[in-house]
Structures are given as C-alpha cells and as structure tokens.
C-alpha cells in the first residue's frame, strides 16, 4: 500500500465466510428502498444514501463479527450496514464516507462475505473529484471472501472509493462496520 493510503487489509479474517453467508443470506432483513442494490442496517440507527434506517439489535452471528473487528478497526462499532451485490452488475460509484455521521477520529471496517470484488480508490485533485485530464492516482484493492478492510478517517478526506463491474463475479454482501457520532 501506498503511505499515504494507510488502509489495514486482513484477507483471512473470517475464513468460514462462505458457510457464514449461505447460514445468514436468508436471514438477513433486507431494504429494497435502493434502486442499485438490497441493503440492510443493524444497530443504531442510521441514515445512508437519503434513507433512513431504524435502529434494531444486531443478530448474534453479526454481534460476533463485530466483536472481532473492534480491536483491528481501533473503534467498537455500533452500526453495520449491510449491501447486497448479487452479481458482479452490481457496483458502487465514487465517493467518500460522511465523516461527519462518524465518531471523531474513526472510520469504516468493512468486512466481505462471498465473492472477491475490487475496491477502487482515487486519489482528490487539490480537495476535488479529478476532471478530464487530470493526473489520476489509482490504486485497486481485491476484496476476497473473508477479508477486512479498515479504511481510516484520513482517507476519507483525500481518496474516493467504489465498486466497479465485474461480470463474472457472484454474490457478495459487504459487512460495513461504523461507529456513529453521539446524537
């Protein structure tokens, strides 16, 4: 990884991440209000993409995941939002996360259960989104199965990610791990 891109990769957190996924897909009470993709929030309440999500009691095979991202993440999450990509159709655009939904000084665990995805980050042209025919920096992260990734504020504020196309890929449902501010 690139120094100023300081993200923490731990591809083999959850090894049994495809048992884990077949066990919980059904589950899961999945929010059909986006267009894009199923999504799904547990916890504190959370409001993502001009939706409002109530809060609700993460189930105990979620709790577990969490309890384990803790201490990697340096945060104790109290949300986990969920998003569906049933085939490698199914992407994400650029951006950034809210900072400011946050808690000071945390970020994004995201953990992803199912098959690999790459995670495209870009690089702000003096604090803006790159034009045609600016320099770009690029740099592409491979989610496999069972992998955590923890994306610190700092990025947040100097890189955009997303998910692009992957038509061969299968299903993949990212476990996305936040500790909100305090109301």
């Keep these: 990884m690139r120094p100023d891109l300081p993200l ?3 591809e083999d957190f959850l090894p ?3 048992t884990l996924l077949a066990a919980q897909h059904a589950t899961i009470d999945w929010d059909e209000r986006m267009r894009a993709r199923r999504t799904a929030s547990y916890g504190r309440p959370y409001d993502y993409s001009q939706l409002t999500y109530a809060a609700r009691p993460m189930p105990p095979w979620l709790e ?3 309890a384990r991202v803790a201490p990697i993440a340096g945060f104790e999450p ?4 969920l998003n569906e990509y049933a085939t490698g159709a199914q992407t994400m655009g650029l951006h950034a996360d809210a900072l400011e939904d946050l808690a000071p000084g945390t970020g994004v665990a995201i ?3 199912g098959a690999a995805r790459t995670l495209r980050f870009v690089q702000l042209v003096d604090g803006r989104r790159p034009r045609r025919g600016d320099p770009v920096e690029e740099v592409a992260v491979r989610l496999t199965g069972g992998s955590l990734l923890v994306v610190p504020p700092v990025v ?3 890189w955009l990610h997303g998910i692009g196309a ?4 299968g299903l993949r449902v990212s476990l996305t791990f936040r500790r909100l501010r305090a109301p």
């Design 64 to 66: 577990s995941i969490r």
């Design 111 to 113: 953990v992803s259960l």
């Design 16 to 18: 049994a991440h495809a």
């Design 166 to 169: 992957e038509p061969d890929a």
């Design 156 to 158: 947040q504020t100097a």
């Design 78 to 81: 109290d949300n986990c939002l």
């Design 8 to 10: 923490v990769l731990v």
